[in-house]
């Protein structure tokens, strides 16, 4: 299991619309697994893989092809902040791009993505007074994003001409193995990116023939509104969907079971529905088929709230089937984010086995 390549694309800084350094590595990776790449005016990597014959023999569609084009979309951005202002002191604040729980946020090592210094590490702390002199009124407040402040321990005059408004910053931990479970920031979701591509990498290794091309979207921006998927999708003009995302696992002390989502260990997610998407019910059972054929691991799921790529893609142009297939994770929008490896090589295994199955 290619975990060095979760590992590459979970550290790899990139927030919504500053994508490039994650689509530069998923861009050297494919090499070989694709047969056309081009880059979407959004920033979205569109890799295409043309049907194949027996003995993987490549078949180029032509214009009067009648075959189907198969989508997945893995969205590359992790949510992050921009500079939005550096005081005379130095002291960076920061507008958020995406959603965060700010009780993750307190006492963070981040980094600053400066245009022309390089990355410089900081710490994250948000404005008041430390405990020792804290009321329990202040002990008790939950700050909001406004209210922290990066300190890369440089004077102000210095600061503000190594770092500019509109700078990325992300957090700044690293990936770790812990058990049988991957352990990092930015799993959402650098896990789709790694599935997009480690399960066409299975297809192509075993020469198999596929009827339908297959189309990996690596898109931009869904973090603050599936944005990406949409002007991929009116590119690739998919008949099939896949929005491939992480979704909660609540498996967890203090949940009710009945809430958990997804458990982990019990296999890949078939993403029924949530806020964004009522995944086609025919896709499901064709998933779920497929897995219960080749006895991997899957469980239904359903999300209350929140939205995936999936749904883009199936309410583009004239619409798509359309479903989600997810990797169920503790913590998520945290620098803790973890997954069980069982669970992404089911998801891997699924994808590679059923793709080849798509007419």
Not at 192 to 208: F, I, Q, T, Y
Request: glycine letters at 10%; a neutral charge.
């Amino acid at each position: 299991m290619n975990t060095d390549l979760l590992r590459r694309l979970c550290e790899t800084p990139g927030i919504p619309g500053r994508e490039e350094r994650v689509r530069d590595l998923i861009r050297r990776e494919v090499r070989g697994l694709f047969d056309a790449i081009e880059e979407d005016g959004m920033g979205s990597l569109i890799c295409r893989r043309f049907p194949r014959g027996p003995g993987g023999k490549v078949i180029k569609p032509t214009a009067s092809s009648d075959h189907t084009r198969l989508m997945l979309a893995c969205h590359m951005d992790e949510i992050g902040f921009y500079v939005s202002h550096i005081d005379d002191r130095g002291f960076i604040r920061l507008n958020a791009a995406g959603g965060f729980d700010t009780r993750n946020l307190f006492s963070r090592r981040v980094l600053v993505c400066t245009k022309n210094d390089g990355d410089i590490v900081g710490v994250m702390n948000p404005g008041g007074r430390p405990v020792h002199i804290a009321s329990e009124e202040d002990k008790r407040k939950v700050p909001e994003v406004k209210e922290f402040f990066v300190d890369i321990g440089l004077p102000g005059p210095k600061v503000k001409k190594t770092v500019t408004i509109g700078d990325m910053v992300v957090m700044h931990e690293p990936f770790v193995i812990v058990g049988n479970k991957a352990v990092s920031k930015a799993m959402d979701n650098r896990v789709a990116c790694w599935l997009g591509v480690e399960s066409v990498r299975a297809v192509h290794d075993s020469k198999k023939p596929h009827a339908a091309e297959i189309c990996v979207a690596f898109t931009t921006q869904e973090e603050v509104g599936l944005r990406g998927a949409k002007t991929a999708a009116s590119l690739i003009k998919p008949h099939i969907g896949i929005g491939l995302d992480v979704t909660l696992s609540c498996d967890t002390p203090g949940v009710p079971g009945e809430e958990a989502v997804t458990i982990q260990g019990n296999g890949v997610g078939l993403h029924v529905m949530d806020s964004s998407i009522i995944s086609d019910y025919r896709l499901i059972d064709d998933l779920e088929g497929v897995a219960k054929k080749h006895r991997i691991k899957a469980q239904r799921t359903i999300l209350p709230r929140g939205g995936q790529d999936g749904a883009a893609i199936q309410q583009s142009l004239a619409g798509a089937r359309a479903a989600g297939l997810t990797v169920g994770t503790r913590y998520i929008h945290t620098v803790t984010e973890m997954v069980d490896l069982g669970d992404l090589k089911a998801a891997q295994d699924l994808l590679a086995a059923w793709m080849p199955t798509v007419k």
